[in-house]
């Protein structure tokens, strides 16, 4: 009889989303067990821009700094759309520490994820093929093969992250809503004699769409669409001489090709899960979502799912809240997706256009892109910052109407605050976020007995009914803080950061989440009060 191998979670496929779930829960301690039925790490460059909101989520994980090693920041685009000069979309506009689309192909991501996972104790199961998944009050089993053998693993979660194809989708019945779009892309990395670009080259016209990516090797990546090639079915070899075909047709000066890397071409589709979770099974990555490539938007969001969801599964497991709290991965994520999938929709059908349609779409882009304000807003969307959750009916609940209009409230991303820590004016906000998870904020302005006594009782309530969660800090603008109780560290807002840009004011507790976000801001400065809006948050 097949012995079975019990784990607390079970990630069920290595792609991006499934390795940033297992270097999440690998940094929390989780138990867990992550298979995928490949060989190997992925050899193909595929998805190949990490965005803005990314980059932080890996400054959490405190792993950016591998990454940010390897690629290199894209500063923008050039839009070729009507006329000589081509317009440009300025990434620098983008309100982060990272105002740029960060260029590094799939492969590479992929095993900078293994390499940190295996380096901080974890491993991956390859060649693991899930034949059969079955679920009940105790959790869910899952029959694997491999080598020709079957082995079982129990677990009280699984993590399907196994791709557009997904193997649990099926054995579950679950529908991937949506529709082929019907459009055939090209894909290429190739080299191109003479063009020596730091910015994304995009091409449209009645011909056709191409969009030439720069790497740091000195290669490209060619993404684009051939309206002389569409129809399905479309065929997934592409050889270099079809794809110069294309070129020479679509550009009004063509590229040459030469020494490509990787060729395929692919249909584009838009899908999505009805629910994120069914039972103990959560969908994350392409299981639960798919569109069409335009902006880089896919392997994003699969990476910011696992960050939302992996440290929602360490709380309930420590049994500081209940399983209920896991449906707001569901509730914030779905959203996100939904838009991504609607918009993206919207812009292939835009780029569809021709004719004097075509004409208007073109003129009227290139006026638009010459407005000042226009620049940063998309620079922003495009960036994922503004993937937030304060319209999601859990936290609009929780939003406090007494704080000032320019105050972060719950669901919202708290950007990254530059600090005044332990005599280290270069500490910044995020460097907590990543060493303590759960970060909260109590500004006290200068010394106040009332407030550091709110702070103190604030704290050992934490401790008393949360213990190990959460990590207090004091902020104060400047001056002497005598404290008589047990010190709480003191970061002093001498920037005026938090301040400003957080909307805090005196007597405000902020309590910030391991994915960055606001859980609450309260000005009650009751303890009480304050231990009850974080209840309330955990439901």
């Known amino acids: 009889m097949t012995s079975i191998i019990e784990t607390d979670v079970l990630i069920i496929g290595a792609g991006p989303a499934g390795l940033m779930a297992a270097n999440e829960l690998q940094k929390r301690n989780v138990d867990f067990v992550c298979l995928e039925k490949r060989p190997g790490p992925t050899k193909l460059s595929k998805a190949l821009g990490i965005q803005a909101r990314t980059l932080e989520l890996l400054e959490f994980l405190g792993i950016h700094k591998q990454f940010l090693k390897e690629g290199y920041p894209g500063p923008g685009a050039k839009l070729h759309l009507a006329g000589e000069k081509p317009s440009y979309v300025e990434l620098f506009h983008i309100k982060s520490r990272y105002p740029y689309l960060f260029i590094l192909p799939q492969n590479e991501i992929e095993a900078l994820f293994i390499e940190h996972l295996e380096k901080s104790g974890g491993s991956i199961q390859m060649e693991h093929e899930v034949v059969d998944m079955s679920q009940s009050r105790d959790g869910i089993l899952v029959t694997v093969s491999h080598n020709g053998r079957q082995k079982q693993y129990a677990a009280k979660y699984a993590l399907a992250c196994d791709g557009a194809h997904s193997r649990v989708r099926d054995l579950l019945g679950i529908d991937f809503v949506g529709e082929d779009e019907g459009y055939t892309f090209f894909t290429a990395d190739v080299e191109i004699p003479g063009l020596n670009e730091i910015y994304i080259n995009m091409h449209l016209n009645d011909r056709g769409a191409v969009a030439v990516f720069p790497y740091k090797d000195g290669s490209y990546r060619v993404v684009g669409m051939d309206r002389a090639k569409q129809g399905p079915p479309y065929k997934k070899e592409l050889k270099l001489e079809e794809l110069q075909e294309s070129l020479d047709r679509i550009l009004e000066v063509p590229y040459r090709v030469e020494k490509p890397r990787y060729l395929s071409s692919f249909g584009t589709a838009h899908r999505q899960v009805r629910r994120y979770r069914i039972g103990n099974v959560f969908f994350l990555g392409d299981a639960a979502h798919i569109n069409n490539p335009l902006g880089g938007q896919g392997m994003n969001l699969g990476l910011e799912d696992a960050s939302n969801l992996c440290w929602k599964i360490d709380t309930v497991l420590r049994g500081l809240t209940d399983e209920s709290f896991l449906d707001s991965y569901n509730d914030e994520r779905y959203p996100i997706a939904q838009g991504v999938i609607r918009d993206t929709t919207r812009e292939l059908k835009a780029i569809d256009l021709k004719g004097p349609v075509g004409l208007v779409r073109n003129w009227s882009g290139k006026a638009a892109l010459s407005q000042s304000w226009v620049q940063p807003r998309i620079a922003n969307y495009?960036?994922?910052?503004?993937?937030?959750?304060?319209?999601?009916?859990?936290?609009?609940?929780?939003?406090?109407?007494?704080?000032?209009?320019?105050?972060?409230?719950?669901?919202?991303?708290?950007?990254?605050?530059?600090?005044?820590?332990?005599?280290?004016?270069?500490?910044?906000?995020?460097?907590?976020?990543?060493?303590?998870?759960?970060?909260?904020?109590?500004?006290?302005?200068?010394?106040?007995?009332?407030?550091?006594?709110?702070?103190?009782?604030?704290?050992?309530?934490?401790?008393?009914?949360?213990?190990?969660?959460?990590?207090?800090?004091?902020?104060?603008?400047?001056?002497?803080?005598?404290?008589?109780?047990?010190?709480?560290?003191?970061?002093?807002?001498?920037?005026?950061?938090?301040?400003?840009?957080?909307?805090?004011?005196?007597?405000?507790?902020?309590?910030?989440?391991?994915?960055?976000?606001?859980?609450?801001?309260?000005?009650?400065?009751?303890?009480?009060?304050?231990?009850?809006?974080?209840?309330?948050?955990?439901?």
């Open 382 to 539: 495009l960036s994922h910052i503004h993937h937030e959750y304060h319209k999601v009916k859990r936290n609009k609940l929780m939003k406090n109407t007494g704080l000032s209009r320019k105050a972060v409230q719950p669901g919202q991303r708290v950007p990254d605050q530059k600090l005044f820590f332990e005599g280290k004016s270069s500490a910044r906000l995020y460097q907590f976020i990543h060493k303590h998870g759960f970060v909260c904020l109590i500004y006290i302005d200068c010394y106040d007995e009332k407030l550091i006594h709110y702070a103190h009782s604030l704290s050992k309530l934490f401790s008393e009914f949360y213990p190990g969660l959460i990590k207090v800090f004091l902020v104060a603008r400047g001056g002497t803080v005598q404290i008589e109780e047990d010190r709480l560290p003191i970061i002093y807002d001498v920037h005026r950061n938090i301040e400003r840009n957080l909307g805090m004011d005196k007597g405000n507790a902020l309590l910030i989440r391991p994915d960055g976000h606001v859980a609450f801001h309260d000005h009650s400065q009751d303890a009480q009060k304050s231990l009850e809006m974080l209840e309330t948050f955990l439901k």
